[in-house]
């Protein structure tokens, strides 16, 4: 051994001391060996959207995003909520007040100190601009005012401070999903006001010295549409940035070029920040020798058929038995290995609409319309509509894309073989689909849903209850509002059961035809450590680490 | 450069910035009047208020012939805008950027296509029915017959990865771009097609002028082959081939959308296929106004060529 290697391993050894004492997420063992070179390198489809948290809402962002900024509280890697920017927070017995006590010694990456004013100014920012997650602050006293056209404040009348470090925000009515909401980050985070000023509310976050946050990393270069560069903050104010000292991204669009430089060692990861290989390499890592660099992740999106409740021979109780055959007859091992590749992309939808592996899922086999029978299907439907005059001119409408067609297709076919019913397929492009869909236009149609927060408030307040705007369907079952209401207004582990009898609720008035889970894939070098993600986003760029190869 | 030159070639500026005005204007048009959907649409209603703000921010929210005036000053003024979808990425940077990237493999590609058309052409002329023309011969009927995106697709295949294992990673060609070793393969891939339309031609240029008689009173002469080959037949051998220059040039340049995605390169011809497929609208705007003046200076420059290899010609 050399000298200088001597030093690297020495050096390496004293590393992966130091991540077992520091990283809480990470689970590096003593006998690792970390290599001299700390990078990690991955694709990514298209450039991030923005690092604005006021203005965030793609997942690709968030899983950038979630290493550079902080907010009072976060999830953990196994998804439970842990204090961040706050030591600790106190929610009132009546729920309607949360007090946040913010650790004092923050500092933002140019060195500012992060004070109760900062996050106050954040949020207020972040309602008034209005945009996708705003509606995270709803709860708090005042949000209708700064959420009017034209608005009729700039701040939340609820949200104030204490002191420096205390900031307390009233709510006007108890919302247990709030603390998961504020978890997810986005509009919860905290970002620097005179950077925002000196820089521009527009373009503060667009490059390297206008970026600043209190997040362990922070962007180092940006070459729009081609590369992103982060490292970790010097002397950050919470501790131990973790092992990696550069994460470097590169946007390429091919999807299969990704593969051949991972092989070429040209990338450590593919799949982070939300996207993933071809089919195709899919499905030969998981026939080939290196398929222990493959993990098949639950992600946070569900698809299902969705059925009129309004209009059409599906609505209303009259439209039960129909709604049971279309869904019985659904074969979805045949579906999956159709429209997933082999089940590359997605798992069958068993365990009801809420997607796997997010709080609220039933558990796999739960939901009973999903068993596929085909003979007592057609029993079902041929009981239910003897003459085939309720299913005359049925279309099913999606709006066009290469699966969307392909399941449209399978389903046509799977209808068809097990039913003996002819479905019209009808695309259409998404601004008028989902436009559509929204005004419940359609009576058979194409539904499905990516988690905006792991809580399940956030599926039925959109898609189930009576005043969801998502809704589609028009379903309206007042006795589970009711539920639901209540529901939402506890905390989560003591409402969990709630939304799940709320759950069985929709299974019994079978509410849609579920489809399948999307998956998300990672290839990770087998040196690389702490790699992954659960079914809502990437883990942590602190618990990454390298290890000599 | 002559008096008349210079009239000629401000001529030409002038009607490649008509056009590129006039064809971005029936994008600009087609895409705000025609087309259904923006780079907005989500499965998440926006609220209405959310939606207002957005517009208000891209000056969607004002009739189309303002929108279309503020465009053509911007556009006027070198400023094409800013991305609906990458939020604060300014569209004339990036796509001058882009352009570079783009120019820079045209450029090697144009080399390659010239450089081994040529050498090809010629072998095959001089080495008539010998099985020096066969071979080039039937490359050139292989490369004109096999699209690019076929030809690239083999490339990466082959250099990108049966080259990895074959050598251990010891040779290969890497994916990516910012290298110098990067931009062979591409190049390659980009130019091999019109390589072998320059060959044939040049092939077929090249029999006819050796048979002429200024080419046998030179060889009568005594004169060195390389004389001979190179100063008359050649050079008179070559007008074909310049003509052929412009589309050829155009075509490469259209060709890199194809090459630039099979090989992910960050250069115009990929943002022309990503802004479309997210429908960002500004960017297909500033890229089709690119290509428009490019074409436009392409067929410029070739243009000007001809008065340097044939003297007749003058402007």
């Not at chain 1, 196994?78 to 004092?104: E, M, N, R």
């Not at chain 1, 997605?346 to 939901?367: E, Q």
């Not at chain 2, 080399?111 to 011969?137: C, E, H, M, P, R």
């Amino acid at each position: 051994m050399t000298q200088r290697s001597g030093w690297k391993a020495l050096s390496g050894t004293v590393l992966a001391t130091l991540l077992l004492a520091a990283c809480g997420n990470s689970t590096p063992t003593s006998s690792e060996t970390l290599a001299a070179d700390q990078t990690i390198r991955f694709p990514i489809n298209d450039d991030i959207g923005t690092f604005d948290p006021a203005h965030q809402s793609a997942l690709v962002d968030f899983d950038f995003a979630q290493n550079i900024f902080q907010g009072p509280v976060k999830f953990d890697n196994a998804g439970k909520i842990i204090p961040d920017l706050a030591s600790k927070w106190d929610v009132s017995a009546d729920a309607l007040t949360y007090t946040f006590h913010l650790k004092q010694n923050i500092k933002f990456s140019n060195g500012d100190p992060v004070k109760a004013d900062d996050l106050i100014y954040s949020w207020n920012r972040a309602a008034l601009a209005g945009d996708a997650y705003a509606g995270n602050f709803s709860p708090i006293v005042g949000f209708d005012a700064v959420s009017a056209t034209p608005p009729t404040a700039k701040t939340l009348s609820g949200l104030t401070k204490t002191d420096d470090y205390t900031v307390v925000a009233k709510l006007s009515a108890p919302a247990g999903w709030w603390l998961s909401a504020l978890a997810l980050g986005g509009v919860s985070w905290v970002i620097d006001q005179k950077v925002v000023t000196a820089k521009g509310e527009d373009t503060w976050w667009t490059t390297p010295d206008g970026l600043v946050a209190t997040g362990p990393f922070k962007m180092t270069a940006r070459v729009p549409k081609a590369s992103l560069d982060f490292a970790p903050v010097a002397n950050w104010w919470g501790g131990s940035t973790g092992a990696i000292k550069k994460i470097h991204v590169d946007v390429i669009a091919d999807q299969a070029s990704w593969v051949t430089k991972y092989e070429q060692g040209g990338y450590e990861i593919v799949g982070y920040a939300n996207m993933s290989p071809t089919a195709e390499d899919i499905l030969r890592y998981q026939a080939g020798t290196h398929k222990a660099e493959l993990t098949l992740n639950p992600s946070v999106r569900s698809s299902w058929v969705g059925f009129s409740f309004v209009k059409g021979p599906f609505a209303g109780d009259a439209g039960k038995d129909g709604r049971s055959a279309f869904t019985m007859a659904i074969d979805r091992a045949q579906l999956v290995d159709v429209a997933c590749a082999k089940g590359a992309q997605c798992t069958p939808a068993t365990g009801g609409l809420i997607a796997k592996g997010l709080k609220g899922y039933l558990g796999d086999g739960a939901d009973s319309t999903s068993k596929f029978d085909a003979a007592a299907a057609k029993a079902l439907y041929q009981k239910w509509d003897p003459t085939g005059s309720k299913v005359k001119g049925l279309k099913y409408t999606y709006n066009t894309s290469a699966t969307n067609k392909l399941v449209a297709e399978n389903l046509q076919a799977q209808w068809k073989q097990n039913l003996g019913v002819t479905v019209d397929l009808e695309a259409l492009d998404r601004q008028t689909f989902f436009s559509n869909r929204d005004k419940k236009t359609y009576v058979l149609f194409r539904h499905s849903w990516s988690a905006d927060y792991d809580h399940p408030q956030d599926w039925f307040d959109n898609l189930f209850t009576c005043s969801a705007g998502s809704s589609g369907s028009g379903y309206c079952n007042k006795t589970m509002d009711d539920l639901v209401t209540k529901a939402d207004q506890k905390p989560i582990d003591q409402s969990l059961s709630d939304y799940i009898s709320a759950q069985k609720m929709m299974i019994a008035d079978v509410v849609g035809a579920p489809l399948f889970y999307s998956i998300q894939p990672y290839l990770v070098k087998p040196y690389v450590k702490g790699a992954g993600g659960n079914a809502f986003f990437d883990y942590y760029w602190t618990g990454l680490r390298v290890l000599t190869h | 450069m002559t008096r008349g030159t210079l009239i000629y070639i401000i001529q030409r500026l002038l009607l490649i910035t008509f056009t590129a005005v006039a064809i971005s204007s029936i994008v600009f048009i087609g895409e705000h009047a025609l087309l259904p959907g923006d780079a907005f649409v989500s499965e998440r209603p926006h609220n209405p208020r959310e939606l207002a703000l957005l517009l208000h921010h891209f000056n969607l929210d004002l009739p189309l012939p303002q929108q279309y005036q503020l465009w053509v000053t911007g556009v006027l003024h070198g400023d094409l805008g800013e991305s609906l979808v990458n939020r604060g990425v300014q569209i004339t940077p990036l796509l001058v950027r882009e352009l570079g990237t783009s120019l820079e493999l045209g450029a090697a590609a144009l080399i390659f296509t010239v450089g081994v058309g040529l050498t090809l052409g010629l072998f095959a002329a001089l080495k008539q029915n010998t099985w020096i023309d066969y071979v080039a011969s039937s490359t050139a009927v292989v490369g004109y017959s096999m699209p690019s995106f076929v030809i690239a697709t083999l490339l990466v295949l082959v250099t990108g990865k049966l080259f990895y294992i074959w050598t251990n990673g010891a040779f290969y060609y890497e994916i990516g771009w910012g290298k110098p070793t990067q931009i062979l393969v591409p190049a390659i891939a980009l130019g091999f097609p019109y390589a072998s339309i320059v060959a044939r031609l040049t092939r077929a240029s090249m029999l006819e002028v050796i048979r002429q008689d200024y080419v046998r009173t030179a060889w009568a002469k005594g004169l060195r082959p390389r004389i001979v080959i190179i100063r008359h037949a050649l050079r008179n051998a070559l007008i074909p081939v310049i003509t052929i220059l412009g589309p050829l040039a155009t075509g490469i340049l259209t060709g890199v959308v194809v090459i630039e995605n099979i090989f992910g390169i960050p250069g115009l011809g990929k943002e022309f296929i990503d802004s479309i497929l997210n429908r960002d609208y500004n960017i297909v705007i500033g890229v089709f106004t690119f290509y428009a003046a490019l074409v436009g200076l392409v067929n410029l420059g070739v243009d000007l060529l001809y008065p340097v290899l044939d003297p007749r010609i003058r402007y």
